[in-house]
């Protein structure tokens, strides 16, 4: 009985509060930084114990060690909502009456802020340590990612699109466990090259071929788009080919860094 009582008021808590229309934008953007902290801390208290070499780190190897558990969790969550809200759920159903550049739930737009929240959580450690955690690239992909994923939260507009860009992070966890490898001195093991082949694959599907997949049904869907408003009509199209322009120099370097790579390994 009283384990019933907990889910019920568990339930009564997420349903009134923190997916209620009045509240979803805050309580979403807080709860994405409630979350990094959790998942920085948690990374910090998992490898302290089941990593040796974590405490032979310096500072700022620590802190960006952190920071990269912080962001799989970030990629993680956001990968399996955006997959689920784009693919399997009916909210962007073609079957569906209406535009579908105007479609939104109180869960997708909680999803939103909760990316938004990591976001910023990531870019204030970014300027905090610039440049150790990156550079001018990082400053632009996130400060771009803030601004539309922010209009698309508190717009509704633009929702479908804003979920395919975000299904890239699908590629975050194995750029990280790249630089863990690195960082432990397993760059010549066999996990490293399966990680690196690994991530060209799904970096070509994720952040080239999706994109491109993407561009044709903003194609298809224009007429819907140009009845956005002007900011979200721009963003519909500028963000998507930043973004996708920068895919293709970061696929041109992981590219280059397989094929050297491979020829070791000969």
Sequence with gaps: MAMKSYRYQAEILVKDYLLADPFVRYTSVLGGIFMCKMAYDFTQLISSFYFKGYASLTKIQRIEWNNRGMSNGHAVFITLMSLYLVFFSDLFSDSIEGLVTFRNSNLSTFTLGVSVGYFMTDLAMIFWLYPSLGG???VLHHVLSIISISY??????GQL???MVLISETTTPGINLRWFLDTAGMKRSSAYLVNGV?????????????FLYLFYHIYLHYDQIRQMHTFGYLLSFLVPIVLFAMNMMWFGKILKGLKKMLAKRQ
């Design 136 to 138: 001018m690239e990082y």
């Design 152 to 157: 698309s939260m508190l717009s509704g507009e």
């Design 161 to 163: 699109y804003t979920y």
């Design 198 to 210: 690994a991530m060209f694959f799904a970096w070509l599907i994720a952040r080239i071929f999706l």
